[in-house]
C-alpha cells in the first residue's frame, strides 16, 4: 500500500507541476499579458513601465521560473478590484464551494446509489422503469434551467426556501440540488449496471446457496464489488461538480469560487483569474487522488498492479 500511495502522490506532484504550467502559458497565449494586469485606469504612456515592473520584458524561460516559484511561495500578485491578495481571496472562497460540492456527493449518495441498487434488485418492474425514466430526466434538464425553476417554485410561490445568498441550511437545500442532478442521475445508471453484472457472478450463487439473506448478499457482496466502477466515475464527476459550480453559484449567488471567477473576468482581474484556474486544479488534483487510495482500498489488484 505504501508503493501505491507513493506512486500516486508522484503522479499527484506531476499533475500539479502541469497546471502551474498551463496558467503560465493562459496568460502568455492571450496577447500581450502586461494588458492584463494593468489596472483599468492606467494610462498608455505607463505601459512599458509596468512591462518593466511586472518583469515581461524578461527572457521568457526566466519568466517561468519566476512564476513557478511565486506560485509555490502563494503569490499570485494583488486583486486589480479589491486591492488585496489573490490567493487570499480565492482561498476565502473556497469552503463555499466546498461545502456546496460535499452537499451535492452526499446528496447524491444517498439518492443515487439506493435508487441504482432497487432499479438492479427490482429489474424490469415498477421501480426500475420510474427510476431509469428519472435518470434520463435528471441528464437531459440543463441546470440553469432546473435552478430557475426551483426558485421560481420554492422561493417565489412556496416561499419555503430563500432566493440566494449563503446562511443557514435552507440557503444549501436549491443549489445542493441542482448541482447534484445530472451527477446523481450518471451515478444511479452506472450503480445499476454495475449491480446487474454484479448479480449474474459466481460468488453471489454461491452466497446465496449457503443460505445468506438476500439483504447480507446485496450490502456485503455485490455492492461492494460494484463499488469499484461507481467510486472510479465520481472521482472523475467531482471536478465536474468543481465546474458545475460555476453556473449553480450564479444562479443563487452563493458566495464561492466558481462565482468569484466570473466577477474577476469580468472585470478583468487576472490575477484572482489564475489564483482560482490553480487552486481549483489543486483541489481536483488531491480529490482526485483520494479517490485513487479509496479505490486501491476497494480493489487490491490495483495495488499490486502498482
Same mark, same amino acid.
Given at each position: 500500500?505504501?508503493? =501505491?500511495? &507513493?506512486?500516486?502522490?508522484?503522479?499527484?506532484?506531476?499533475?500539479?507541476?502541469?497546471?502551474?504550467?498551463?496558467?503560465?502559458?493562459?496568460?502568455?497565449?492571450?496577447?500581450?499579458?502586461?494588458?492584463?494586469?494593468?489596472?483599468?485606469?492606467?494610462?498608455?504612456?505607463?505601459?512599458?513601465?509596468?512591462?518593466?515592473?511586472?518583469?515581461?520584458?524578461?527572457?521568457?524561460?526566466?519568466? =517561468?521560473?519566476?512564476?513557478?516559484?511565486? #506560485?509555490?511561495? !502563494?503569490?499570485?500578485?494583488?486583486?486589480?478590484?479589491?486591492?488585496?491578495?489573490?490567493? !487570499?481571496?480565492?482561498?476565502?472562497?473556497?469552503?463555499?464551494?466546498?461545502?456546496?460540492?460535499?452537499?451535492?456527493?452526499? &446528496?447524491?449518495?444517498?439518492?443515487?446509489?439506493?435508487?441504482?441498487? #432497487?432499479?438492479?434488485?427490482?429489474?424490469?418492474?415498477?421501480?426500475?422503469?420510474?427510476?431509469?425514466?428519472?435518470?434520463? @430526466?435528471?441528464?437531459?434538464?440543463?441546470?440553469?434551467?432546473?435552478?430557475?425553476?426551483?426558485?421560481?417554485?420554492? #422561493?417565489?410561490? &412556496?416561499?419555503?426556501?430563500?432566493?440566494?445568498?449563503?446562511?443557514?441550511?435552507?440557503?444549501?437545500?436549491?443549489?445542493?440540488?441542482?448541482?447534484?442532478?445530472?451527477?446523481?442521475?450518471?451515478?444511479?445508471?452506472?450503480?445499476?449496471?454495475?449491480?446487474?453484472?454484479?448479480?449474474?457472478?459466481? =460468488?453471489?450463487?454461491?452466497?446465496?446457496?449457503?443460505?445468506?439473506?438476500?439483504?447480507?448478499?446485496?450490502?456485503?457482496?455485490?455492492?461492494?464489488?460494484? #463499488?469499484?466502477?461507481?467510486?472510479?466515475?465520481? $472521482?472523475?464527476?467531482?471536478?465536474?461538480? +468543481? $465546474? !458545475?459550480?460555476?453556473?449553480?453559484?450564479?444562479?443563487?449567488?452563493?458566495?464561492?469560487?466558481?462565482? +468569484?471567477?466570473?466577477?474577476?473576468?469580468?472585470?478583468?482581474?487576472?490575477?484572482?483569474?489564475?489564483?482560482?484556474?490553480?487552486?481549483?486544479?489543486?483541489?481536483?488534483? @488531491?480529490?482526485?487522488?483520494?479517490?485513487?487510495?479509496?479505490?486501491?482500498?476497494?480493489?487490491?489488484?490495483?495495488?499490486?498492479?502498482?
Amino acid at each position: 500500500m505504501r508503493a =501505491y500511495f &507513493l506512486s500516486r502522490l508522484a503522479q499527484t506532484a506531476v499533475v500539479v507541476f502541469l497546471s502551474l504550467t498551463a496558467v503560465f502559458a493562459m496568460v502568455r497565449l492571450g496577447g500581450d499579458p502586461v494588458l492584463l494586469f494593468m489596472p483599468m485606469d492606467i494610462q498608455a504612456k505607463d505601459v512599458d513601465e509596468y512591462r518593466e515592473r511586472l518583469g515581461f520584458n524578461d527572457p521568457l524561460v526566466v519568466q =517561468y521560473g519566476r512564476f513557478v516559484g511565486a #506560485a509555490l511561495r !502563494g503569490d499570485f500578485g494583488e486583486s486589480l478590484r479589491y486591492r488585496s491578495d489573490a490567493l !487570499g481571496l480565492v482561498l476565502e472562497r473556497l469552503p463555499a464551494t466546498l461545502l456546496l460540492a460535499s452537499s451535492a456527493v452526499l &446528496l447524491t449518495l444517498l439518492v443515487a446509489v439506493p435508487l441504482g441498487v #432497487a432499479c438492479a434488485v427490482r429489474r424490469n418492474r415498477l421501480v426500475d422503469h420510474v427510476g431509469t425514466a428519472a435518470t434520463v @430526466l435528471g441528464q437531459a434538464v440543463p441546470g440553469f434551467w432546473l435552478g430557475l425553476m426551483l426558485i421560481y417554485l420554492f #422561493a417565489v410561490q &412556496l416561499r419555503w426556501l430563500p432566493t440566494g445568498g449563503m446562511g443557514g441550511l435552507a440557503h444549501l437545500v436549491m443549489p445542493s440540488i441542482v448541482l447534484a442532478a445530472f451527477f446523481s442521475a450518471r451515478i444511479a445508471r452506472l450503480t445499476r449496471s454495475a449491480m446487474l453484472d454484479a448479480l449474474g457472478e459466481d =460468488y453471489v450463487l454461491t452466497a446465496r446457496a449457503k443460505g445468506l439473506g438476500e439483504g447480507r448478499v446485496i450490502s456485503k457482496h455485490t455492492l461492494r464489488n460494484s #463499488a469499484i466502477p461507481i467510486v472510479t466515475l465520481a $472521482g472523475l464527476e467531482i471536478g465536474q461538480l +468543481l $465546474g !458545475g459550480a460555476v453556473i449553480t453559484e450564479t444562479i443563487f449567488a452563493w458566495p464561492g469560487l466558481g462565482r +468569484l471567477t466570473v466577477q474577476a473576468l469580468l472585470n478583468r482581474d487576472f490575477p484572482v483569474v489564475l489564483a482560482a484556474v490553480f487552486v481549483t486544479s489543486v483541489t481536483y488534483t @488531491l480529490i482526485n487522488l483520494a479517490v485513487d487510495l479509496l479505490y486501491g482500498w476497494l480493489d487490491p489488484r490495483v495495488r499490486l498492479r502498482a
